[in-house]
């Protein structure tokens, strides 16, 4: 990794050597990762995939953690982070914002500006990179409404811009999960709207949001995709798994489509309990609960 270190310190951004993932996600789960970068531009990252590429080291983009679990054993490869490329502005009616800029500074910057559609994101613990990568979505909202252009690197490490139906936006879905690129910049279209009303349905849905869910802890969010005509929650408090526990990872007693780090949990425990609470479901009601949350591997983000 020295090549690699000497790289960055030319650049002028951070890397750390064997430094802990637990303390960047929100599920607080997870060992080393060999590298852990801070690009600060795209041309950055591109230089520094383009190393990785060369030097076969495997790579992986990390936003804000908040869908992400990492192996105990932590991660053998480069984990770049997208939390420098920050930035919010707008232009003939569209936001423009870095990948690493966090959701909820997105949203008020939506709201100062009397822009409408991003309210349902308030509250969700992301990136907007993140958040475009999976379709993030809440309260009858998802990204593929407002998102129109993302601007990014390819897995041949040329920048480029998907938009459209390039963009391949469904349910907790995007192109990005099988393209290899990486978002750099979303381009964003809202609605003018009502400064009061938008602040309204923002505090609605935030006040739901710790009503509801299980904030006191340590967690991914849902777990689990939402079933064709039903919640993954229900299915589960059902089978009578509310409050089932597997060393420190715990279904939450508040949520049951959530798994909380309630004491110390590992990554293992995580695990276990993912596929016990499958099985479990599957046996008594004949639905395959399919995972939202992601677990780091090492995946190359370049194609050999």
């Known amino acids: 990794m020295q090549e690699f270190m000497n790289y960055a310190e030319n650049a ?25 970068a801070f690009p600060k531009t795209a041309e950055q990252f591109a230089g520094v995939l383009q190393l990785c590429r060369r030097a076969d080291i495997p790579t992986f983009i990390l936003g804000n953690g908040s869908n992400l679990l990492v192996p105990d054993d932590g991660f053998r490869g480069a984990v770049l982070s997208t939390a420098e490329l920050r930035g919010l502005r707008l232009d003939s009616g569209r936001i423009f914002c870095g990948a690493g800029e966090k959701l909820k500074a997105l949203c008020m910057f939506a709201l100062e500006h009397s822009l409408s559609g991003l309210e349902f994101a308030y509250g969700i613990p992301g990136s907007a990179g993140g958040a475009a990568f999976m379709n993030a979505g809440a309260y009858g909202g998802e990204m593929k409404d407002i998102l129109r252009v993302c601007r990014c690197l390819t897995a041949e490490g040329e920048f480029a811009e998907l938009c459209g139906e390039t963009l391949g936006l469904a349910y907790r879905h995007s192109a990005f999960a099988e393209n290899g690129g990486v978002i750099l ?10 400064p009061l009303g938008i602040r309204a349905k923002m505090d609605d849905f935030l006040s739901r949001r710790r009503e509801k869910q299980p904030l006191e802890f340590p967690s991914a969010g849902s777990i689990f995709k939402r079933p064709p005509g039903d919640y993954a929650g229900r299915l589960i408090e059902a089978c009578g798994l509310r409050g089932h526990a597997i060393g420190g990872a715990q279904v939450s007693e508040k949520h049951c489509g959530f798994i909380v ?29 399919e995972p939202e949350i992601r677990v780091l591997d090492a995946i190359p983000i370049y194609e050999k």
């Open 261 to 289: 780090n309630k004491s110390g949990a590992t990554c293992a425990d995580v695990l276990e309990l993912v596929a016990h609470i499958r099985q479990t479901v599957l046996a008594q009601t004949g639905v395959e609960l």
């Open 12 to 36: 002028g951004f951070s890397a750390l050597c064997s430094f802990p993932l637990k303390g960047y996600t929100s599920f607080k789960i997870g060992g080393p990762a060999d590298v852990l």
């Open 185 to 194: 910049e979303l381009e964003l279209e809202l609605q003018t709207g009502e």
